[in-house]
């Protein structure tokens, strides 16, 4: 229905009132579906009967009220101007017409037919006075005995100025259907039937509440959420306009607030009672199917009730139009009569064989498991749950079967899974369930794999010794026969070798695993075993190729939730550990994304601390600080137990290198777990604090943190360059110290411990044997550092290495090379965001506008013409660099046209871009340049 057809009643009305004027009354029933504008279009016709000369006498049935007799024709009564001698007695009838009633035994006596007959007199000889109107809203709410005058009055209203008005619900007749029959007998009676909006009338409503512009874009929305159905629209247009005023802005779409769930309640309220429980039902069942049974009424009028509920705007297809209308219609039920229809509900669900998710949210929403069955469902939809990311839920359906549950068995083994759960949202969340696994596990309840998995969680937490009690009593239990228990302590004892050496080694009995689970495993067991060996094997012995292509290749085919959290993480780390951060890096990418949309907050943080350490080693600091407080916003310090000196460290290695050494204090003044010193974590932490200790001028407590950390590194096995370069680290120290000998020493027993497929950890020796050799010594080693540096992908320590080239040329007294040399580096300082760098390459940059006084004037010592913003070598095509080669040897342009089949304006073309690209500005310093990217491997 549009807008126009709603006036089209408005005039229907009038024009039944023009001929109650003149002398031929008329009845009209009004229907139509709640609140679709029957009780507005009654009270406008009211008021322009008024303005009319008419009189407008008006009353409202309400269901509180049905069993109130004569309640109301006494509301008419009351309403209608009449002198008080015709007032007294119509009310004394009235009096007198309810004690009648009342004075039946048990039951309800009809109204005396006398009495009804002098009732309606009243308004009969009140009409002859004026034209009247009589208006009865929700006429279906009324009480049998005014339904009786009022079908008596109806029938002899036809010869009098009398226009009577009744509006009443569709489907709302039961038992009082007479009236709406008797009315239609008569041959004065007519039917009006409102319907919902139309598409076309939704807009033109909200066009005037909210303009042109926005009814457009909206219409749409509003009539799928409301139906067309007029105090939904309104609603919708009163939130709209809220969430405007509170945004500042337009929201983007419909906002479904709290004025559309009460216009809901609304709806509901004014129709049956019978309706709003069939709402009710649906809203716990969120499908029609079973509410019959649920409700314990017959199919047929559950459908009758579906079909006013669709007919009144709420539902479609049978369910409600929009979820916030079935969250009102739950918010406002009954919690006993909710729970009650929850428990019915998780019956009939299980009955007709509904998957264990759906069962198991009535059963949550029940709050409690009466079914032997309810256990089992409750932890298959947790499964399922996990399965699909919905973490949140499957903690809730896991806390109440533990709760449910009272054999010890099983309540041990459902609180694993709870703990595994709530791991992912926070580690923190379970470690107050810790205790209470250890005991099940003395008592027997809890054994196998799932204690495997206790122990990890006891040493996250920093609790040893509850570990090695609870792995000791694996062992001695027999538990290591089950297949699965096997593959979960070799697992185990693989993540203990590379991340809580002392534990593996104090617990000697769990080299008994060594040789594998034996047997057939699954594909998930498979490949934890895989990556836990690929680490294991990388931090101990180096590199290996075929380790890292096993990694790569398991993250590549498999998704976050088809294996534990470990598989990733010990692929991306052998990858970060063996040099392949330019590998790891998106991949790990690709992991935390899938851990924000499954809604994993845990593994979110983990892998956002992986990836700040796969930063530093790319000299992404600004990536590398981004990553690792994202990791400790998630999950704050103390969440994170002794693994915190993974982000943490990262965190402080960024901030270091960019200089914000304030900020480097503060978080060294947060206090750690003592037991992370114990652990692969605690290694990092003391790496990155050294390395601050050294940049803010204490190269003697640097010194210390190295050393302390290579013997760590030394005596669990782990002493490779790849996992922490610490000698490298510590020789810087040492130089500071003038102790240029053990400098050199620790510099060759690193450059011993590389592999060849370890271009940074050779890169960064090479930088630090430079600093232990004389001025003229240094560029050759400094260029190869450069070359490595630059194929490792580590953009930080490129920058230094090239650095330290500048102050190497400037103390020979090349000032050229120099300077040519620090525009590269400042640039790549610059992307790294090493603020120091920076700031120490600007000023000598611009020093060294010419020779040093004293230095000569050589070829060497004169200055190039280097502009600002000149790009490094690699900015160079194929074509460009072979043309400039050519040039640097001497040859002419058409020397170097003719050797590569080009014109010599190709040639002019290609030079002049070089020297564009490069910062220079003639062809004499073309050999300096390139004859500097050939040994650096540029």
Known sequence: MTMVEREQELALLEALLASAVMGRGRVALVGGAVATGKSTLLHTFAEQAIELGALAVTATGSSLERDVPLGVLRQLVEDAPLVPQERERALSLLEEGARAVAAGAGERRPVDAQLVHALCGVMLDLSERCPLVLVVDDVHHADRESLLCLAYLARRVRLAQIVAIFGHADQAWRTDSYFQTELLRQPHCRRVRLTRLSRTG??????????????????????????GNPLLVTALADDYEESARTAQEPPAGVVAGEQYGQAVLSCLNRGEARVARAA?????????????????????????????????????????????????????????????????????????????????????????????????????????ALRAGQVDSAVGYLRLAWRACADDTQRAKIMTMLVRAEWRINPAAPAGRLAELAEAVHRGSLRGADAVVLARALLWHGRVDDARDVLEQVLESGGTTDQ???????????????????????????????????????????????????????????????????????????????????TVENSLLTLTYAGRADRAAPLCDIFAAEASARQAPSRR???????????????????????????LQIIPMSGWGVAVGGPLGSLILALTAMGRYDEVREHLDAPVPEVMFQSRYGLHYLHARGRHSLATGYPGLALTDFRRCGELMTEWDLDTPGLIPWRADAADACLRLGQVEEARELVRAHLDGCVPDDPRGRGVALRMLAATLDPVERPALLRQATGCLQAAGDRYELARALADLVETHDALGEYRRARTIATWAQAVAAECGAEPL??????????????????????DHEAAAVRPGAEP????????????????????????????????????QHLTRTYRKLGIARRSDLPLVLEFGEEAGV
Not at 553 to 565: F, Y
Not at 609 to 630: K, S, V, Y
């Open 202 to 227: 939704v807009a033109a409503m909200l066009a005037e509440r909210l303009g042109d512009e926005a009814a457009e874009r909206l219409a749409d929305e509003m009539y799928a959420h409301s139906g």
């Open 838 to 859: 920076s700031a120490a390459l600007s000023p000598r940059q611009q020093s060294h506008s010419g020779p040093r006084a004293g230095s000569g004037g050589g070829p």
């Open 280 to 384: 009710r039902g649906l809203a716990v069942l969120g499908e029609p199917r079973s509410l019959d049974l649920l409700l314990g009424v017959p199919a047929a009028d559950v459908n009758k009730d579906l079909h006013a509920l669709g007919a009144a705007g709420l539902t479609a297809l049978g369910t409600f139009r929009h979820e916030a209308a079935r969250q009102a219609v739950l918010g406002a039920m009954d919690a006993g009569e909710r729970t009650e229809l929850h428990r019915r509900a998780a019956e009939l669900s299980y009955g007709v064989g509904a998957s264990p998710a759906v069962v198991a949210r009535h059963l949550l929403e029940a709050g409690r498991v009466d079914a032997p069955w309810g256990i089992e469902i409750l932890e298959e939809a947790a499964r399922s």
């Open 605 to 631: 943080a983990r892998l956002a601390a992986i990836r700040a350490e796969i930063a530093t080693r790319q000299g992404d600091m600004p990536a590398a600080e981004r990553h690792a407080r994202a990791a």
């Open 484 to 566: 699965e228990t096997r593959a979960e302590l070799v697992v185990a004892r693989l993540c203990l070798r590379v991340a809580h050496p002392p534990f593996l080694t104090a617990l000697g009995r769990m080299t008994k695993e060594e040789e594998g689970p034996g047997g057939i495993v699954s594909v998930s067991v498979s490949r934890r075993l895989e990556s836990a060996l690929a680490l294991a094997e990388v931090l101990t012995r180096g590199p290996r190729e075929e380790y890292v292509d096993a990694v790569e290749r398991i993250l590549e085919d498999s998704r976050l939730d088809e294996m534990s959290l470990d």
């Open 873 to 908: 070598l690699g900015a160079l095509s194929d074509a460009e660099r072979r043309v400039a080669s050519l040039a640097a040897a001497g040859c002419t342009n058409r020397e170097i046209a003719a050797r590569l089949f080009v014109t010599v304006s190709t040639v002019e």
